[in-house]
C-alpha cells in the first residue's frame, strides 16, 4: 500500500509498495489502477506528488471508458475476449407458443361452451341492464280483462286488451296469473327474449301485482299470436293437412298420401327442434316439452314453445333443485331427474355459471326434453297414440320392452292395426330416416339420446319440408355438420377395431387384450369380506352427503326466495 511522509520543504512524496495498487469497483466493473512506468523515478525511488497525480488522472480516465465499455474503439479499450451484454430492458412484446396457443383456446372453448359463461356475463350485466332501461312497462290499470283461455296448476291465463286502444292488432296480449313459479316464469321469459327470441311466444312485461283479495300474483304479458296449440291441431281428423294450409296458406300441388304427410310432419318437427335448440344453447332446459305446450303463431308461421313455469335454467342454477322434479308423466323421459341426485344445489351465480359447461357435460340435461320431443313426433305419425290413454298404455308397452323401440315394433307388428302399420310406412319412407331418428331420440340412457342440433342435422331433414330453411338456418346446420363430431360412428370405429383380433399390422387388439376386456365387464359372483366394507362406507359416505344436501337445499330456498323480491317488479 502506498504511505505518505512530509519533509522539511513541504513537499510530499508518494512512497508506492512492490504491490500495485489496489482494484476497486466502478459501474460494476473491477478497475485495476497500476502506476505508469514513467511515473516511477526508478522502482524503490521517491515519485513527487504533482506528476504522479497527474499520471494516475490519465489512467483513471482510461479505465473508465474501459469500464463504461463506450466511446473507445476495441483496439483502444483493449477488450480482448471480453463479452459485452447489453443492460437494456427486454422487449415486453407477447411471444407466441405451442402451449399457450392450445391454452388460450381451451380457455375460450370452455368460456363459449354450453350453456355459455362468457354469453351469461354479457346477458347479465350488460344485455339485461339495457334492456330495463328502454324495455315497455305495464301496471294493472293498463289491462282489459277478457275471455279466458284455460287455467292449470300454477296459474290462469285470460286473452286481454290495452286500455288504451289502437287500430293495430298487436294491442291483443295474452295475461297469465300465476301464484308459485310466477317469479321463475318472468325470468325464464326475459331470458329467452335476450338469447333466442324465435324459440318461445313473443314476452312483453312481468310484475307481482299485491293489490289481489287472493294474495300476491305475478302477472305476465304475452303478445297474442294465437290459440291453436299442436294438441289441438293434432286432435283433428285432418291432421296434418290442416297444419298445411296454416303454414302455407294454400293447398300445396300434391296428391294425399305419406309423401305429402311427411313433409309435413318433417317440417313441424324441424321447428321444434330448432326452438329447443334455442333454449337450449343458452342453458335452459324446459322440462315439459309436449303439445300442449306448443302453440302456431300467425304472424310468424312457426311453432314456438309456451309455459316456462316448470324451466331451470342451468347457467345459474335457477329453478333447480337436486331431489325436485317438475314434468308431465305422459311425456316424460325415464329418468325424472334432468340431472344426478347427487349433484348439490346450485350455488352463488357467479360460481355456477364458472362451473356450468362442467356440469353440462356430465350430465346432458337437454336429453330430458329430447325424450318428449320423440314422443311428439311418434304421436304425430301414429293417430291411435294421441290420446291420454292410448300413450299411458304405451309407455308401458316400452317399459316393458326396456325402452328399446325396436323391440316394441317387433311385438306389435304381427298384430299391427291399419294406422300402426300406415305409421311404420311413413317412417320408413326415405330407406328408414325417420324411424332411424325417432329411435335416436327414445332412448332409455340420456348419453344415448341424439341432441337437438345434432338431430337437425340428421339426414332426416336433409330435404325440403313445406318451407325452405332460411339463409341463417342453413348457415347454422352447414357449421354444425363440418364441426360436429360423430360419436356413433366413433364407437363403431373403435368396435371394429376390437373385433379385430391379432395383429399390429391391422391395429387391433390382441387376444389376450380381449380377453381381459371381457373379465372386467363380467360381473363378480362373489363379494370378497373387504369389498363389502368399502361398499358399507360408502353407503355412509352417500347417506351423510344427502342429509347435508337436503340442509342445504332448504337454506337455498330461504335464500333464493329473498333474491326474487329483490329484481320482480311491482306493482304499486
Given amino acids: ?90 422487449s415486453s412484446g407477447l411471444t407466441l407458443t405451442a402451449p399457450g396457443a392450445v391454452l388460450a383456446l381451451g380457455a375460450l372453448s370452455y368460456l363459449w361452451a354450453t350453456p355459455g359463461v362468457a354469453p351469461g356475463f354479457f346477458d347479465m350485466f350488460v344485455f339485461a341492464f339495457v334492456e330495463r332501461l328502454i324495455r315497455p312497462t305495464y301496471k294493472k290499470d293498463d289491462i282489459v280483462l277478457g275471455k279466458k283461455l284455460g287455467e292449470g296448476s300454477f296459474g290462469v291465463v285470460y286473452r286481454v286488451s290495452l286500455a288504451k286502444k289502437t287500430s293495430s292488432k298487436r294491442d291483443d296480449l295474452v295475461l297469465k296469473k300465476a301464484t308459485e313459479y310466477g317469479a321463475v316464469e318472468i325470468w325464464m321469459n326475459e331470458r329467452v327474449r335476450r338469447a333466442c327470441a324465435s324459440s318461445c311466444a313473443e314476452f312483453l312485461y312481468g310484475f307481482l301485482e299485491s293489490s289481489s283479495k287472493k294474495g300476491a300474483e305475478y302477472w305476465l304479458l304475452w303478445r297474442f299470436e294465437g290459440g291453436a296449440t299442436l294438441c289441438d291441431l293434432m286432435q283433428s281428423r285432418e291432421f296434418p293437412y290442416n297444419v298445411e294450409t296454416m303454414i302455407l296458406e294454400e ?27 334455442g333454449l337450449h344453447s343458452t342453458g335452459i332446459v324446459h322440462r315439459d316439452i309436449k303439445p300442449q305446450n306448443i302453440i302456431f303463431s300467425e304472424e310468424s308461421r312457426t311453432f314456438k314453445i309456451i309455459d316456462l313455469g316448470a324451466a331451470t335454467d342451468l347457467r345459474v342454477g335457477i329453478n333447480y333443485i337436486p331431489k325436485e322434479f317438475l314434468l308431465d308423466p305422459r311425456y316424460a323421459a325415464p329418468e325424472q331427474y334432468i340431472m344426478s341426485t347427487q349433484t348439490p344445489s346450485a350455488p352463488s351465480a357467479p360460481v355456477a355459471t364458472a362451473l356450468s359447461p362442467v356440469l353440462w357435460q356430465l350430465n346432458l340435461p337437454d336429453r330430458f326434453d329430447i325424450y318428449s320431443a320423440g314422443l311428439i313426433f311418434l304421436q304425430m305419425a301414429f293417430p291411435g297414440l294421441r290420446t291420454d290413454n292410448s300413450l299411458i298404455q304405451f309407455n308401458r308397452q316400452l317399459k316393458r320392452c326396456d325402452y328399446d323401440l325396436a323391440a316394441w315394433r317387433r311385438s306389435i307388428e304381427p298384430r299391427a292395426t291399419p294406422d300402426q302399420r300406415r305409421g311404420f310406412e311413413l317412417l320408413d319412407l326415405d330407406d328408414g330416416i325417420g324411424w332411424e331418428l325417432l329411435t335416436s331420440m327414445v332412448r332409455y340412457k340420456a348419453r344415448q339420446r341424439i341432441s337437438a342440433k345434432a338431430a337437425l342435422a340428421h339426414p332426416y331433414f336433409d330435404r325440403e319440408g313445406l318451407l325452405a330453411l332460411s339463409f341463417m338456418q342453413k348457415l347454422r346446420l352447414q357449421l354444425f355438420r363440418t364441426t360436429q363430431q360423430d360419436y356413433g360412428e366413433a364407437a363403431k370405429w373403435i368396435i371394429q377395431l376390437m373385433a379385430k383380433s391379432g395383429t399390429e399390422k391391422e391395429g387391433g387388439f390382441t387376444e389376450a387384450q ?22 358399507s362406507v360408502l353407503r355412509l359416505q352417500r347417506k351423510i352427503i344427502r342429509t347435508l344436501n337436503e340442509s342445504m337445499d332448504e337454506l337455498t330456498r330461504r335464500r333464493k326466495s329473498l333474491w326474487w323480491s329483490r329484481w320482480i317488479p311491482r306493482e304499486e
Fill in 251 to 277: 293447398v300445396q300441388d300434391l296428391p294425399k298420401g305419406q309423401e305429402r304427410e311427411n313433409r309435413i310432419i318433417r317440417t313441424i318437427m324441424r321447428q321444434i327442434l330448432f326452438a329447443l335448440d
Fill in 1 to 90: 500500500m502506498a504511505t505518505v511522509a512530509s519533509n522539511g520543504a513541504g513537499i510530499v512524496p508518494l512512497k508506492l509498495n512492490s504491490q500495485p495498487f489496489s482494484s476497486f469497483s466502478f459501474f460494476g466493473k473491477k478497475l485495476n489502477v497500476k502506476p505508469s512506468p514513467r511515473s516511477n523515478a526508478s522502482k524503490a525511488g521517491t515519485l513527487v506528488a504533482l506528476a504522479s497525480g497527474g499520471e494516475f488522472l490519465k489512467d483513471a480516465v482510461h479505465n473508465l471508458f474501459l469500464g463504461v465499455g463506450v466511446g473507445l474503439p476495441c483496439t483502444v479499450m483493449e477488450c480482448g475476449d471480453i463479452i459485452y451484454r447489453s443492460t437494456l430492458p427486454k
Fill in 514 to 535: 380381449l380377453q381381459e376386456l371381457r373379465e372386467k365387464q363380467e360381473p363378480r359372483k362373489k363379494a370378497s369380506a373387504q369389498r363389502n366394507v368399502l361398499a
